[in-house]
């Protein structure tokens, strides 16, 4: 009777060690840990991440594979990766034990489309005492491509600062009162990407003899008026 509750012990202390063990081992996973030197920038950038916070307890990591969200990987603990693309990645870092254990953890990276740079020219323009001015009803050629971008300009959108506006890459436009107008062209990129450039385009002269003085302008829009 005595042995027979001393086997029951030892079993019930064997039963506790087994699952103290099954405890233990789910307990020593390895543990995925890493920063990046910076997350969020305009491309390209270079990112540096550090692997080495990641550990196991009383065991050790034997190898850190990255992906870096855009299709391109690496091994190590301390790596190195340029992004050349705007979007929004998702790192991740899988370590692995000397047991053949893994754990992977992710950390989103921002990489920012760069925007365009606006800027136009316009013609034709006379230096009357150092001002650059043009002639009221005259035809001015408005040329927006020397603005760029990283990708590509896919819109140009004219606002003339007399109430009409335009769109296109080379636009044409006259004005049919002098006066100072800020002229504003907005370009947009293939990411989405918006910028503005605003010249200050100065008109003199008069209103041309068949102009409609009382301000109805609106047949200077399309071309030549009727
Ligand atoms: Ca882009
Ligand atoms: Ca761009």
Request: contains cysteine; negative net charge.
């Amino acid at each position: 009777m005595r042995a027979a509750r001393f086997c029951l012990l030892i079993g019930a202390a064997i039963l506790v060690a087994v699952s103290l063990s099954g405890c233990l081992v789910k307990d020593t996973r390895p543990e995925a840990l890493f920063t990046a030197s910076v997350a969020e920038h305009v491309v390209p950038f270079t990112v540096s991440f550090d692997g080495t916070p990641s550990y196991k307890p009383n065991g050790e990591i034997v190898s850190y594979l990255w992906t870096f969200g855009d299709g391109a990987a690496d091994s190590g603990p301390v790596v190195e990766h340029t992004y050349v693309e705007d979007g929004v990645y998702e790192v991740r870092l899988t370590v692995t034990d000397e047991e053949g254990y893994s754990t992977s953890s992710t950390l989103t990276v921002h990489a920012l489309n760069p925007p365009p740079k606006a800027e136009f020219s316009y013609a034709p323009k006379s230096n009357m005492e150092g001002e650059y001015v043009v002639g009221a009803s005259e035809w001015i050629t408005f040329d927006g491509t020397e603005s760029t971008d990283d990708g590509e300009v896919l819109a140009y959108d004219w606002n003339f600062g007399d109430g009409t506006t335009d769109s296109g890459p080379v636009v044409q436009h006259r004005y049919l009162y002098p006066g100072t107008y800020n002229v504003v062209l907005t370009v947009t990129d293939n990411d989405g990407g918006k910028s503005n450039y605003v010249e200050r385009v100065t008109i003199v002269g008069g209103p041309p003899c068949n102009a409609d003085i009382t301000g109805d302008v609106t047949w200077y829009n399309g071309g030549e008026p009727e």
